[in-house]
């Protein structure tokens, strides 16, 4: 006599693994994501077996280099892009000309930018600082004219509207040569080189980011 025999089908029990972290220092002209329908090159395109159901944290436009998080934890965007509780990106970005203080006092206490619609936006008050040109930056892979004249700006945020500190720039007359994301709070680049990976343990990554699991 055929009947139910107690089993439950072995895929009941598959065990996906332990969620995994990764830090990745995003290139010039990489996309942040897996799959595009436009030619380019991709998160894929990178030199690591990346594991099923890996995905950016946020992203970085195109242009931009720099701090990405990626992981296989489906919860961890809305914890940081999401959620009530502010947390600090910090941005390395260069712009053409010299800026004056009146420029840096403007970044500092809000302009108002296009966004995604065609409205307008205020953007909040945010940290600017002037700061020496880095000398331990990885080379640009863009190849400017030595006369140029540039500043660099270490910008603090709490927010990231598309393309958000591109148009905080162009707002005061300045065009972002770079833009470089260093940390989100105390999770940082460090002393990775485009297209380079680490992994990081869960506790060290929430721990960093400020996240409350």
């Known amino acids: 006599m055929s009947g139910y025999s107690g089993k439950l089908p072995y895929l009941v029990f598959m065990n996906p693994g332990p969620l995994r972290y990764f830090i990745v220092n995003k290139p010039y002209g990489m996309e942040s994501q897996f799959i595009s329908p436009y030619p380019g090159d991709l998160?894929?395109?990178l030199a690591?077996?990346?594991?099923?159901?890996?995905?950016a944290i946020g992203r970085l436009d195109?242009?931009?280099?720099?701090l990405l998080l990626l992981t296989t934890n489906k919860k961890v965007t809305a914890l940081l892009f999401q959620s009530e509780v502010p947390h600090k990106r910090t941005y390395l970005v260069q712009v053409r000309h010299k800026m004056d203080a009146e420029a840096l006092h403007q970044l500092r206490t809000g302009v108002t930018i296009r966004i995604k619609?065609?409205?307008?936006?205020?953007?909040?008050p945010c940290e600017v600082q002037i700061v020496e040109p880095p000398g331990d930056i990885f080379?640009?892979?863009r190849n400017f004219p030595a006369y140029i004249t540039s500043t660099w700006l270490l910008i603090t945020l709490t927010e990231g509207r598309y393309r958000q500190v591109r148009k905080m720039v162009a707002a005061v007359r300045h065009r972002c040569m770079r833009l470089?994301?260093?940390?989100?709070?105390?999770l940082s680049l460090g002393d990775l080189k485009p297209g380079e990976i680490r992994e990081a343990a869960e506790d060290v990554f929430f721990e960093q980011l400020k996240l409350e699991k």
């Not at 470089?180 to 105390?186: F, Q």
């Open 43 to 45: 998160l894929g395109d």
């Open 48 to 55: 690591f077996d990346f594991p099923e159901g890996t995905h």
């Open 62 to 66: 195109k242009h931009s280099e720099g």
């Open 117 to 124: 619609g065609g409205g307008e936006y205020t953007t909040p």
């Open 139 to 141: 080379p640009s892979p």
């Open 180 to 186: 470089i994301r260093v940390s989100i709070e105390d």
